[in-house]
T-cell receptor, first 117, second 114 residues
């Protein structure tokens, strides 16, 4: 079974600085998708960024980028120019590309990010 | 923006009462999930529907929980009877399974069973 591990329960960053959140996963599949979701205090789950495993190029979305290391099964999120609104719980998630019941999202335990003014 | 709508947003109930949570997935999405979030267990998958048919409900306590999709615009999660350990935030999410995009989550229902 696939698992997702986030080893940093909490992180802190100064406003305008850069922070990297770590995520590792375990799978025997070669094709899958990886995601980072943000959950602010409003509790809404917001999709931040998505990576397809067959693409070597790291995904970027404005100030958010990932470092995808397929062989190491590592998928870290880098937030540049951190803003107060980035303060939230961040979840790493895995999804198989195969059909059927494997399309569910498997989540890590989350990293709580604080942004200091 | 299209959104997944969940009702109610908050629910406080007494132990033993029936609780029904509702979800309206995004129009055109054929896949619906129910997740439960607690501090101790994190995000757990309870049930998963594709084209209204249940694909996986192995994470759901069968003796008290039930999930249905009476039509494509409504998914329900029912707890009967409710227990204090059911207190959690329940999320509904929808998407299109054959596409590799992430799923869209609703705002969740915060359930408190006293």
């Amino acid at each position: 079974a696939q698992t997702v591990t986030q080893s940093q329960p909490e992180m802190s960053v100064q406003e305008a600085e850069t922070v990297t959140l770590s995520c590792t996963y375990d799978t025997s599949e070669s094709d899958y998708y990886l995601f980072w979701y943000k959950q602010p205090p409003s509790r809404q789950m917001i999709l931040v960024i998505r990576q397809e495993a067959y693409k070597q190029q790291n995904a970027t979305e404005n100030r958010f980028s990932v470092n995808f290391q397929k062989a190491a099964k590592s998928f870290s999120l880098k937030i540049s120019d951190s803003q107060l609104g980035d303060a939230a719980m961040y979840f790493c998630a895995y999804r198989s590309s195969h059909g059927g019941a494997t399309n569910k999202l498997i989540f890590g335990t989350g990293t709580l990010l604080a942004v200091q003014p | 923006d299209a959104r997944v709508t969940q009702t109610p947003r908050h629910k406080v109930t007494e132990m033993g009462q029936e609780v029904t949570m509702r979800c309206q997935p995004i129009l055109g999405h054929n896949t619906v999930f129910w997740y439960r979030q607690t501090m101790m267990q994190g995000l757990e998958l309870l049930a998963y529907f594709r084209n209204r048919a249940p694909l996986d409900d192995s994470g759901m306590p069968k003796d008290r929980f039930s999930a249905e999709m009476p039509d494509a615009t409504l998914a329900t999660l029912k707890i009967q009877p409710s227990e204090p350990r059911d207190s959690a935030v329940y999320f509904c999410a929808s998407g299109i399974a054959r596409l590799g995009y992430g799923y869209t989550f609703g705002s969740g229902t915060r359930l408190t069973v006293v």
